[in-house]
């Protein structure tokens, strides 16, 4: 379903599985300036649409070192999961 939903507005998408600590995560234009990272961890008890989350904006000429640190998350979250579509 959110496959169908997203897949005219990505470039790219992948359903990832892994088996430590559950956060969903979105990646829009990741790579480059102008892009977009949003986190958020599954809070036992509460619901997915309720759970805090953090935003991430890469606006300077350079990515701030949180952005850098998720950047890299992503690149360990690709070599450590499998698809699940």
């Known amino acids: 379903e959110l496959q169908e939903l997203l897949q005219d507005h990505a470039r790219e998408m ?3 599985e ?3 600590p559950f956060y969903c995560a979105s990646y829009w234009d990741w ?3 102008g892009g977009f990272i949003h986190v958020s961890p599954l809070v036992w008890g509460t619901s997915h649409r309720t759970c805090p989350a953090m935003n991430y904006h ?3 000429t350079d ?3 949180d952005y850098v640190s998720y950047q890299d998350g992503l ?3 690709l ?3 499998s698809p699940i579509i």
């Open 14 to 16: 992948r359903f990832l």
């Open 58 to 60: 890469w606006i300077a």
């Open 18 to 20: 892994y088996d430590k």
């Open 75 to 77: 690149t360990s979250l």
């Open 31 to 33: 790579d480059e300036r």
């Open 79 to 81: 070599q450590a999961s």
């Open 63 to 65: 990515a701030e070192d």
